[in-house]
T-cell receptor, first 112, second 113 residues
Framework: NAGVTQTPKFQVLKTGQSMTLQCAQD?????MYWYRQDPGMGLRLIYY???????DKGEVPNGYNVSRLNKREFSLRLESAAPSQTSVYFC???????????FGQGTRLTVV | AQSVTQLDSHVSVSEGTPVLLRCNYS??????LFWYVQHPNKGLQLLLK??????LVKGINGFEAEFKKSETSFHLTKPSAHMSDAAEYFC???????????FGAGTRLTVKP
């Protein structure tokens, strides 16, 4: 019953450093998502993947890249971290468009 | 384009009294609508969903919501609040493509003893 697993849970980066957030799901879902959550703004979509090998930009893609490595895994990369990227990041997956998404536990990222 | 407005950023109720969390949406077509709950330092859990079937939707933990197209609303209710209901609640509208899902800003529910 793992569902959606994100690593790491916490991370502190210095401005300009790079890192990759990992996400894996074991529910055989086609769709996967990366969101960021900031106080008073709900969750905003960074990138979306409808299937293996495809990705699309969401509301706030600038400063991020993604890779849909296979059906299970969807990673988010920050090439040059900035303080504005301090946030809680959530990965999610869903079987189809218009169905509910299942969320991981989140990664709390601080950029100093 | 789609959007969601949660009309209250914070709602406070006493234990045992009704809960009402308000959500209005905007969509160019018939949307799917969801309510999620987030407990402190946790991920999001689905409470209930509307996908063009019955307009009154029942969810987990005694919550329900009614889809009202004429009012473009999807308010979340519960007859009697429990201390464990204290959390952040998000209303979500989803469209026909995967990157068209929009979250409201959230409503923080406080339950007083």
């Amino acid at each position: 019953n793992a569902g959606v697993t994100q690593t790491p849970k916490f991370q502190v980066l210095k401005t300009g450093q790079s890192m990759t957030l990992q996400c894996a799901q074991d529910m055989n879902h086609n769709s996967m998502y990366w969101y960021r959550q900031d106080p008073g703004m709900g969750l905003r979509l960074i990138y979306y993947s409808a299937s293996e090998g495809t990705t699309d930009k969401g509301e706030v893609p600038n400063g991020y890249n993604v890779s849909r490595l296979n059906k299970r895994e969807f990673s988010l990369r920050l090439e040059s971290a900035a303080p504005s990227q301090t946030s809680v990041y959530f990965c999610a997956s869903g079987s189809e468009v218009n169905t509910e998404a299942f969320f991981g536990q989140g990664t709390r990222l601080t950029v100093v | 384009a789609q959007s969601v407005t949660q009309l209250d950023s914070h709602v406070s109720v006493s234990e045992g009294t009704p809960v009402l969390l308000r959500c209005n949406y905007s969509s160019s077509y018939s949307p799917s609508l969801f309510w999620y709950v987030q407990h402190p330092n946790k991920g999001l859990q689905l409470l209930l969903k509307y996908t063009s079937a019955a307009t009154l939707v029942k969810g987990i933990n005694g919550f329900e919501a009614e889809f009202k197209k004429s009012e473009t609303s999807f308010h979340l209710t519960k007859p009697s609040a429990h201390m464990s209901d204290a959390a952040e609640y998000f209303c979500v509208v989803s469209g026909r493509i995967g990157n068209d899902m929009r979250f409201g800003a959230g409503t923080r529910l406080t339950v007083k003893p």
